[in-house]
Nanobody, 127 residues
Framework: QVQLVESGGASVQAGGSLRLSCAVS??????????VGWFRQTPGKEREFVAVLNWNDRYYVDFVKGRFTISRDNVKNTVYLQMNALKPEDTAVYYC????????????????????WGQGTQVTVSS
């Protein structure tokens, strides 16, 4: 089972940047056996996909392309989400999630496709 702990959420002004961290630990299996993604959720809305790192492949939702970057530090077993040019509509609780490495046909955009979740970290962007 994979354990995930997010950090890095904060309040920033529009146009600013934040880097979220997701520390990944597991009792069994190799760290590299898992894809790690980021989702976000606002009150009253469903959790939505933001980005995922599947081995060396990166996938992003359209509205963050060019602004957000997902990356991995293999020494620290940590996955990052660098968020630039933040907008008020990026305000949400951000969650990281893990699932075993997947093939191209896998529906990585759905929360149900992930079996481990962190507790979430709040990001607030003010105008």
């Amino acid at each position: 089972q994979v354990q995930l702990v997010e950090s890095g959420g904060a309040s920033v002004q529009a146009g600013g940047s934040l880097r979220l961290s997701c520390a990944v630990s597991q009792r069994t299996s190799d760290y590299y056996d898992y894809a790690v993604g980021w989702f976000r959720q606002t009150p009253g809305k469903e959790r939505e996909f933001v980005a995922v790192l599947n081995w060396n492949d990166r996938y992003y939702v359209d509205f963050v392309k060019g602004r957000f970057t997902i990356s991995r530090d293999n020494v620290k077993n940590t996955v990052y989400l660098q968020m630039n040019a933040l907008k008020p509509e990026d305000t949400a609780v951000y969650y990281c999630a893990a699932t075993p490495l997947f093939s191209s046909s896998y529906d990585y955009r759905r929360p149900i496709s992930y079996d481990s979740w962190g507790q979430g970290t709040q990001v607030t962007v003010s105008s």
